[in-house]
């Protein structure tokens, strides 16, 4: 990926330049441009067609460097039965042939090759898409600066600055059409409408998010202690039904028991006495 100069120069001005506005509080973003570049589907389209150029220049190569094989190999059979001068003759053949191939991959994948060239073309409509977007998301939240994270070379930046996510949603929205694309560009509203928090405004948030989601595990907590007593309680029931079950059962067992018992005994004395 060909790295983008375009977002700033460098960070130590763009934080010199945020501390000149802290009195009333520099509002600050950041994205990976190489992320969202690499995100975005008309790039990913652009960067399959160059593949597939890129696969027909390499064919092309291949087939150069195949004759010259077989130049070198024509040669090697031959050469006990050529005079010195055919045998230069071929050998300076094969040179022109290897020098074509060295210029045609020069032509094609060298620094100013047609890969490289054909590269920054297919990025550059994506960067101004990129750079719309962030202008709207910069407007809308009223950002004084965005930085490309990669080249500020940041060493340390809160997750809640990282707008490219945002971007990479607001590009996908923007390939949209028919009701999808009014209901992303509504979604995309609603984003940008977000109020902009510096830290202090944050951090009051987030602990205040955290209390919430604290109390509402404390109200989970008690439900499921009450659904947990519940259902011991209900369990404990069961297990006493079932002891009582067995006991009537049992019970019944040994008084049909004893009544069979009583029966034979005295079919047993009516026998014996006839």
Do not use: C
């Amino acid at each position: 990926m060909i790295k983008t100069k375009q977002f700033l120069t460098v960070a130590v001005v763009i934080f010199g330049l945020a501390f000149a506005k802290a009195q009333r509080g520099a509002r600050v973003a950041y994205i990976d441009m190489d992320r969202i570049i690499e995100a975005s589907p008309e790039y990913k389209k652009a960067v399959q067609l160059l593949g597939r150029k890129a696969d027909g220049w390499k064919r092309e190569m291949d087939a150069m460097q195949a004759e010259i094989d077989k130049m070198e190999d024509q040669l090697k059979n031959e050469r006990v039965l050529l005079t010195k001068e055919l045998i230069e003759e071929k050998e300076e053949d094969i040179q022109l042939k290897k020098e074509e191939l060295a210029a045609y991959q020069q032509k094609r994948f060298g620094s100013q090759g047609d890969y490289i060239l054909q590269q920054q073309q297919l990025i550059q409509p994506v960067q101004d898409q990129v750079f719309n977007e962030v202008q709207k998301i910069s407007e809308a939240r009223k950002y004084d600066y965005v930085m490309n994270a990669e080249e500020a070379n940041l060493l340390f930046a809160a997750e809640r600055h990282d707008i490219s996510d945002l971007v990479i949603k607001n590009l996908e929205r923007a390939g949209k059409s028919g009701p999808e694309a009014r209901q992303a560009r509504e979604d995309a509203k609603k984003e940008l409408d977000e109020p902009y928090l510096n830290v202090e405004e944050a951090e009051a948030r987030e602990e205040k998010e955290k209390a919430k989601e604290e109390q509402q595990q404390k109200v989970l907590n008690a439900r499921e202690e009450k659904l947990r007593r519940r259902d011991s309680l209900q369990a404990a029931k069961r297990a006493s039904y079932e002891a009582r079950k067995k006991e009537i059962q049992r019970r019944r067992d040994s008084i049909k028991a004893a009544r069979e018992a009583a029966r034979q005994k005295k079919e047993e004395e009516r026998e014996n006495n006839q």
